[in-house]
């Protein structure tokens, strides 16, 4: 293997199991806290709201941690191993406090390798992009490698996926189209990195594929926790069992932390960065007619964004008679990574598309509205296969809405400040915006939500829960559409760049 390859390979699988560890338990861990530790709305709502509290604090622990003491790739080993621990403490607790307590231990670890791993990558990438940028016997290798492996990739999906059909063994719940599904994924990666390694360096493109293999491990983790819980005997609802996902999430742990220590070194940068830095953005408060208004319906935005999250998972489970889709559990993590493949398919294909067509305000305002049109479809809540269908406007959403959101506040601040209204932004949405949204969803679902004398949940009203995101997150694209200031075009000059979490 070349150094090149060994290089792209390493960074991939560490970027795959960062994301893997994340949503092996997101999609479905409200219900499995709710059904086993009787935690309420609010309860759910904090259990979820610790890591982006977590995000917020991260810069002034990890961050600083990195850049004064400690390779990167060190802390990462730490972290991720940490992380391993405490999730499969999660997975044992029997009490709400217990699983609280091993929850900010790894949100606290956890939160600074969002960012880290990004770091590892982008230094790694465009150390090697120095090295040599002449290579074309090399490329040309790759497009060899390329091509043959797209031809047996092709093949393989379409033999795999005939032979399914033959054998009628063709199933979306079934073990044998899950195993397909998740091989085809990861040879999926390589397609990716091979195609990059065919043609001319390019460091962000190169960070893309790397981020993508993040994506995708959200997508595998689902599938092998799907395929963990169909192997399992089913857990009656009010009784204890070890919670699954958390151990699947401990599992891609312990490989994260494996593959942390034999990445090539990441030195401490030795300059010290300032956990303030966003205070250098507010200037922009007073320089850019209408960005107090972006930033307020950003803000608010990203609030509703919760609602998928956190409570997605029990609308789906619940009965139909009580306004769910009467999903099985085992199939929740699957259906929601729908919106992941979607996703995938807006970054590489469409949003590029619409910023060239439609410009900066169409997309954001058409990606906005993917969410409403989501959570209107959820508050009808049939048939079915449209509720599932829909969760493909929830990866829409968050492309053409973060993506055209990052490009926006990177085209009006000044070039020496456009890492600092980056952290401001991130802040704003992704830390306090989701944690009020935890907060505000959590509520929400108490609310909506009738008991039996026994102090037993008699029935949730789901409707009613959906059409509030739904008009909010309407009523921000009608603001945006309204308030929303085109911005110049301008060459990409930046040297920081962020990636944003599902």
């Known amino acids: ?260 220590f034999i990445l090539p070194n990441t030195p401490p940068t030795k300059e010290t960065k300032d956990p303030w830095a966003f205070k250098k953005a507010f200037v922009l408060f007073k320089t850019v007619p209408g960005f107090s208004i972006f930033l307020l319906i950003s803000l608010i935005v990203s609030t509703e964004f919760q609602f998928y999250y956190t409570f997605s998972g029990p609308f789906m489970e619940d009965a139909v008679a009580k306004g769910g889709l009467g999903i099985d559990h085992s199939m929740v993590s699957f259906y929601k990574s729908i919106a992941q493949w979607a996703e995938i398919l807006c970054l590489g294909v469409l949003t590029p598309i619409s910023l060239k067509k439609l410009g900066l305000k169409k997309t954001l305002v058409i990606g906005t509205l993917a969410w409403p049109i989501r959570y209107f479809i959820y508050a009808i809540g049939q048939p079915t296969t449209l509720v599932l269908a829909s969760n493909v406007l929830h990866g829409v959403g968050f492309a053409f809405v973060f993506v055209t959101s990052y490009l926006f506040v990177d085209r009006i601040a000044p070039r020496d400040i456009r890492a600092s209204a980056q952290s401001l932004f991130m802040l704003v949405t992704l830390g306090i915006g989701n944690y009020l949204g935890t907060s505000f969803s959590g509520w929400l679902k108490d609310h909506y939500t009738t008991l039996l004398r026994d102090g037993t949940v008699d029935k949730t009203n789901w409707p009613m829960i959906f059409m509030i995101p739904a008009a909010l997150t309407t009523i921000c694209a009608v603001a945006f559409w309204f308030t929303f200031k085109e911005p110049a075009a301008e060459e990409p000059g930046t040297e920081e760049h962020s990636t944003f979490a599902h």
């Open 1 to 260: 293997m070349s150094d090149k390859l060994r290089l792209r390979f390493l960074l991939s699988v560490m970027m795959f199991c960062l994301y893997a560890v994340w949503g092996a338990w997101t999609p479905i861990m409200a219900v499995t806290i709710g059904d086993r530790l009787g935690a309420t709305g609010v309860q759910i709502g904090a259990a979820y709201g610790v890591l982006w509290l977590a995000c917020i604090i991260s810069p002034f622990i990890g961050g600083q941690l990195v850049d004064r003491l400690m390779p990167s790739q060190v802390y990462l080993g730490i972290s991720a191993a940490v992380c391993a621990g405490a999730a499969w403490m999660m997975s044992q607790q029997q009490s709400y406090s217990g699983f609280m307590l091993w929850m900010w231990v790894w949100s606290l670890f956890f939160a600074p390798t969002l960012g880290i791993t990004n770091s590892i990558a982008m230094f790694h990438l465009g150390k090697e992009s120095k090295k040599s940028d002449a290579d074309d016997a090399e490329r040309e290798r790759f497009k060899g490698i390329s091509k043959s492996f797209n031809i047996g990739w092709a093949v393989v999906a379409i033999g795999s996926i005939a032979g399914l059909l033959a054998t009628g063994n063709f199933s979306f719940e079934g073990i044998p189209t899950l195993v397909t599904l998740g091989i085809l994924s990861i040879l999926f990666i390589f397609f990716l990195m091979f195609q990059d390694m065919s043609r001319t360096a390019d460091v962000e493109r190169s960070f893309s594929v790397v981020r993508t293999a993040g994506t995708i491990g959200w997508i595998i983790s689902a599938i092998v926790l799907t395929i963990w819980l169909k192997s399992s005997p089913p857990v009656a609802k009010g009784t204890w069992a070890p919670f699954e996902e958390m151990q699947v999430t401990a599992l891609f742990g312990v490989i994260l932390t494996v593959i942390a």
